[in-house]
Nanobody
Framework: QVQLVESGGGSVQAGGSLRLSCLAS????????MGWYRQAPGKQRELVAG???????NYADSVKGRFTISRDNAKSTVYLQMNSLKPEDTAVYYC?????????WGQGTQVTVSS
């Protein structure tokens, strides 16, 4: 069964922090690189952070130094710690496999950053 369940979003002021979580079904999590994507209104979905099964990470330039991706293999969960949030980080955040995401997407979690 395919499962991607994101949580942890909310509304914060600029400069604030949030920690997102994504619970994935083990069949997905154990065999794939994972990533966090986001989609802002009127924009295409973009990859913001990725992590390998061994913990290697990469980030989009727009979030480098502010966001940290991590994973707990025992819990099949991927996290995204977001610090120093900016209004331009406002989007729905999703997790999925990378470099090619599955056709299935979870419901996402809304992050809203006010100035």
């Amino acid at each position: 069964q395919v499962q991607l369940v994101e949580s942890g979003g909310g509304s914060v002021q600029a400069g604030g922090s949030l920690r997102l979580s994504c619970l994935a079904s083990r069949s997905i999590f154990s065999r794939n690189l994972m990533g966090w994507y986001r989609q802002a209104p009127g924009k295409q979905r973009e990859l913001v952070a990725g992590i390998t099964s061994g913990g290697g990470t990469n980030y989009a330039d727009s979030v480098k130094g502010r966001f940290t991706i991590s994973r707990d293999n025992a819990k099949s969960t991927v996290y995204l710690q977001m610090n120093s949030l900016k209004p331009e980080d406002t989007a729905v955040y999703y997790c999925n496999t990378r470099p090619i995401p599955l056709a299935y997407w979870g419901q996402g979690t809304q992050v809203t950053v006010s100035s």
